[in-house]
């Protein structure tokens, strides 16, 4: 049985092409995108059709958005960009690899959980660390839920309690805020 040509759908009867799974007259291997034939041996592939290099560098490769180079090998799609591999890294001062962690997002950067914390994250009013989880607002901030506690008792305040602050923005309860 005689091969058929998958650009044109006819017999091939002389020279044959097999690329893709498929069998070309090597006339009507073209490229999906800019319809001329390829010829060089090097070619790339989308949706299982032959795409040429020229084409597939203007039209499919992906370009980094930290050195707007274009992404030929190992690629990190985040953000809604495309990076390479070694160029997606933390926006703060660790500037460590982000590829495959947990990162937040800040003005289009990417920063790990520790820089992001330190630099952005509300601070708590009592222990003065960083809130990652829920908190509670009061006395014009966030708290940890463990540290809203009475100044002068220590003991906590609960988030229905009746509560007044000092001079310095800290709670006391009820009970010693005679």
């Known amino acids: 049985m005689a091969a ?7 017999e091939i009867k ?61 690629v990190v799609k985040a953000m809604g960009k495309t990076w390479h591999l070694e160029h997606f890294i933390c926006g703060g001062p660790c500037k460590q690899q982000l590829s495959g ?7 289009g950067k990417p920063y790990c959980t520790t820089d992001y914390e330190r630099l952005y ?6 222990c003065k660390k960083a809130i990652s989880e829920k908190a509670i607002s009061a006395l014009e901030g966030k708290w940890h839920k463990e540290c809203f506690q009475c100044k002068l008792c220590k003991q ?12 310095d923005k800290q709670p006391i309860c009820e009970k010693c805020g005679i």
Not at 101 to 107: K, V
Not at 121 to 126: D, L
């Open 121 to 126: 994250a509300p601070k708590c009013g009592g």
């Open 101 to 107: 962690q947990t990162f937040f997002e800040r003005n």
């Open 14 to 74: 002389d020279k044959m092409l097999e690329a893709l799974d498929k069998n070309w007259h090597p006339e009507h291997f073209a490229c999906k995108e800019c319809k001329k034939r390829i010829i060089e041996n090097k070619f790339h592939e989308s949706d299982g059709l032959p795409v040429c290099s020229k084409c597939f560098e203007s039209k499919f490769q992906a370009i980094c958005a930290s050195c707007r180079k274009m992404v030929t090998e190992k």
């Open 156 to 167: 906590p305040i609960g988030v229905d309690s009746k509560f007044r602050s000092d001079k």
């Open 4 to 10: 058929t040509c998958f650009g044109c759908k006819e």
